[in-house]
């Protein structure tokens, strides 16, 4: 089997320039709008390790502990993973805000789903009754059941 190949030599010779051209503007606009994101996240970092604090302290004291038992295991690749948690810690306080935030949803939705299934406390207050009131309620006889004297569908059995 033969390979052919066409070369357009009467289209236009500029247009794999543009093509070229648009992508050089497409990714160096891609790199100024993460430069931006990665700016706001670096101001915004402190605040969100407090929010995650305060979300679920527990995600940050695992994460820490996850490092120090990285450090006992491997120490080139503990002291790798803590040179990358510094260098991005705009992105790991994102991470974590994001982890505490979906461990609390699960937290609810695992509370919703039991106190569906078992139902909910209700509080009360019990109550003292006093003597002077009579708890005996007075028996009442059952009265007999009456039949009633005819009806459409008692009709249909009545010999004619």
């Known amino acids: 089997m033969r390979y052919r190949k066409n070369i357009n030599i009467e289209g236009n010779p500029f247009s794999s320039f543009f093509g070229i ?3 050089v503007l497409f990714l160096v606009g891609l790199y100024f709008l993460a430069r931006f994101i990665f700016t706001i996240l ?11 604090l305060i979300v679920d302290y527990k995600v940050v004291v695992r994460y820490v502990q996850w490092l120090i038992a990285l450090v006992r295991q491997n120490p ?6 803590i040179a990358l948690s510094v260098l991005g810690f705009p992105v790991l306080a994102a991470f974590l805000l994001g982890k505490a935030l979906f ?5 609810q939705a695992q509370a919703d789903a039991i ?17 002077d009131v009579d708890a005996e309620l007075p028996r009442v006889e059952p009265q007999p059941r009456q039949k009633p004297d005819t009806t459409p569908y008692d009709d249909f059995f009545k010999e004619q």
Do not use: H
């Not at 080139?76 to 993973?81: E, I, N």
């Open 76 to 81: 080139l690749m503990g002291a790798g993973s």
């Open 42 to 52: 670096y101001y915004l970092s402190p605040i969100l390790l407090i929010a995650t």
């Open 21 to 23: 051209i648009f992508i």
């Open 103 to 107: 461990k609390k949803r699960v937290k």
């Open 115 to 131: 106190r569906s299934r078992e139902g909910e406390f209700v509080d009360f207050e019990e109550l003292e009754m006093p003597d």
